[in-house]
């Protein structure tokens, strides 16, 4: 700000990062304003030695690679900063500060963000056809900040909530994430499950459907909002969360009784969740992760074995850290059904407390933890060959069922024992 202003130029911070300082928050960027062109930045930038990134010459913006990244954009419109940033989605973010620290605020963006309230720029539809986007940016700063939605802004969102057919999938797919991943997600999917449903069709047939079981005292958009609001914050996690029982309107059946079944819902509902996070270009790990999440998050709490050895089992099939993601969509899952059934989280914290345990004793949970080596059966007569991996792993699954102890001198003794006389030494 100060190189443009030395050179004769307006500049001012805009947008979040002014909403963000008002709020007692850490901003997480700085923008910049500014009447000058991306050229004339160019140039005092290359006089002071400041290096550029050109990351949004369609927009008129530069990004300057100072400590901390910082765009400059020239402003949009002819008219100056008031017109600009009149050109901006919602008055928390329609604010300016400049090097005095003055804060300019032409449409009472401050007491918006007093009164705790999402209010868009002038005439809301306008606002929202500039940038279909900003529907889902209006409700991500509604689940963010715990604010509410003004009524001709809130009106406007749901008329307009087909065009968000029109933004690039990645866009969508990175503001619902950040949604996601907020603290008032739940409240927001309840709310506004109508404007979601556009980008997200695979939530519309869960609004509404009851599940007809004694496990549910929720319908299963209710159960999911539940489920979403006890995970932790983490895309996989939340993704997973809303996601889970995508499949059960697909699968559901009604016994005799009357009684709700959802046979295979996890299967269908992994299916889906591959299909959703394809569809909006969601990166291949977490895509992974969420549709294996989803794929076994309904085992049984009550019939799961809880013994050390069971334990090890599924460790040594998954890695810990998805060992403890699937118990936390577990818990979310069971918070979310009928409480008379919390006591289940008993059960899932003690499998969390052995789990624990087990890896702080450092004990034997695969191949590379063996206390025996290829070189070893090697050294035994053994030759280099697929028998090699063969009797390793047969070793490992006995001293996963705690028959052998991880010591190498009983693994070569037993090792040497399923050679049979004369094939060792």
Known sequence: MALLRAAGHEAYLVGGCVRDSLLGREPKDCDVSTNATPEEVRRICAASGVRIAPTGLGHGTLTLLLDEPVEVTTYRAAGGLIHDLGRRDFTLNALAWDLEENVIDPFSGIEDIRHKIIRAV???????????????????????????????????LFRNRALLTQPAAERIGSELTQLLCAPGAAQVLLAFVDILSVPLPELA????????????????????AFVLQNVPPLPSLRWAALLHDAGKPETFTRDERGVGHFYGHAEVGARIARNVLKRLRIDTKTALRVEALIQHHSFSVESMNIEDRAIKRLLNRWTPEFFFALLELKRGDVKGQNPALLGRLSRLDACEARARAILNRSECLSLKDLALKGGDLIALGVPPGPE???????????????????????LLEAAAASLGPGNSG
Do not use: M, Y
Not at 205 to 224: I, M, N
Not at 388 to 410: C, F, M, S, T, W
């Open 122 to 156: 002038h005439d809301p539809e306008a606002r929202l056809r500039e940038d279909p986007l900003r529907i889902l940016r209006g409700l991500r700063f509604a689940a963010s900040l715990g604010f509410t939605i003004e009524p001709r802004t809130r009106e406007a």
């Open 205 to 224: 047939p869960l609004k509404g459907f009851e599940q007809h079981s004694a496990h549910h005292v929720h319908d299963v958009l209710r159960h999911t």
């Open 388 to 410: 090699i991996g063969r009797i390793l792993k047969e070793l490992l699954e006995q001293v996963l069922d705690e028959h052998l102890p991880n010591e190498r001198d009983a």
